[in-house]
Structure formats: C-alpha cells, structure tokens
C-alpha cells in the first residue's frame, strides 16, 4: 500500500485539513481495502474539525502481482508495468468495473457492448446521458449488475447474456485484429437489446 500525506478541504466547513490517502494498493497484500473501493467507501475523508464526513475522489491504483495486472489511475506508469495487463482508469466506477472484469475473468469487449447499448437506448429516449452505464458488481441470482450514478440507475441483465455475447466473439470472422466490425457491433446491440426485452416481459 501506498499513502501520501495531502490537503483537503472539508466540504461542510470549507477548512483545510492534511490527511494520509491511499493513492496505490497492492494485491495480494491489502485484499481487505477491495471492499471498501466497491462500494467507494475509501474516497470518503472525516473532517477532525467539524467531524463530519466527506466524500472526496482520489486517483488510486491497483497492482496485482499475483495475477498480473495494473490498473493506473497515472499513465506514465504503464511503463513500469509493462509486463502486466495495464488499463488507464478515469474515475472510480471504471477502477471498480475494470477489477472486477479481471478478477472474474469476463470479456471486456462484452461488458462495453453492454454499457453501449444502455446509453444507446437512453439516447434513443431523448434522456441527456453524460455518464454512461457500467459493469459494477458480480452475480446475484445469475443476474449482474449495471449501474449509471448520473441517474442513480441499476439495470439487471441475465448471466446467460454474457455467456452467449462471449461465444460471438470467439468467431475470429467478427473481429479484424482483435477489433470489432461494425456488423459485430450491430449484432451484439441486438442481442444485448433482446436479452433485455426478455427480461422485461419475465418481469412482468
């Protein structure tokens, strides 16, 4: 684990304060904090003079040495780990989506077909969407999770869906140079977008 002594400022008295944040984890070793980065509970800071807590973003990085991957939150880092599976990550719902895509061992090609095509379909909607939807939390009743915190959104989709998503892409005719066709793209928005119809009309 890495900490940096920093300065915040309290967004309830507006003070200044100096606190150690984390800035890197690395895995095996800090296992206990992956917790507390899924649910962003280690972004938030207690002010020691009002005592109230905030909740204040701060790039951090993953190293996994065990399985071989980093995610950066710094990218003149890659470098560093350039026989690693390195990702730049933005924010801390990418942080969590990218970890959990590598630790259960999902497509990621999938994953952003998914998030696609849920903006894609708020866009279709007339819904002005900054933030798009992400893969951020593992199975519950063979459903996983998508989440969009612009709207304080949670959409379900079937495990099935991933599974058949990941099947298509294993067709080397639908990829040129491990890049999606167009017509893949299309393809897999379809079945994404009857995936959830289906799930819509079970609801029901």
């Known amino acids: 684990m890495k900490k ?5 400022e309290c967004k309830m008295c507006n003070k200044k304060y100096s606190s150690n944040i984390i800035v890197e984890l690395n895995l095996p070793d800090d296992k206990e904090y992956i917790s ?3 649910d962003f509970s280690i972004y938030t800071s207690c ?14 990085n993953i ?34 989506e990218k970890y959990q895509i590598f630790t259960q061992h ?7 077909t998914i998030n696609a095509t849920l903006l894609r379909n708020l866009k279709i909607e007339n819904k002005n969407i900054n933030l798009q939807y ?17 709207l304080s959104d949670i959409i379900q989709i079937d495990y099935k869906a991933i599974l058949q998503l990941e099947k298509v892409l294993k067709d ?12 893949t793209k299309e393809l897999l928005y379809n079945m994404v977008e009857e995936r959830l119809r289906e799930d819509n009309t079970n609801e029901e």
């Open 4 to 8: 940096i002594l920093t300065v915040l």
């Open 63 to 96: 190293i996994d040495e065990k399985r071989k991957f980093a995610l950066l939150s710094d990218k003149s880092l890659e470098k560093k780990y350039k026989d690693y599976k390195v990702r730049i990550v933005n924010n801390g719902m990418e942080l969590v």
């Open 106 to 112: 999902l497509d990621e090609q999938v994953i952003e």
């Open 172 to 183: 080397k005719n639908l990829l040129i140079d491990n890049n999606l066709l167009p017509k």
């Open 134 to 150: 992400m893969y951020c939390s593992g199975k519950t009743n063979n459903k996983v999770n998508f989440s969009n915190p612009s």
């Open 47 to 60: 002010c020691p003079l009002c005592k109230k807590d905030n909740f204040i973003y701060f790039p951090i």
């Open 36 to 38: 507390k980065v899924k």
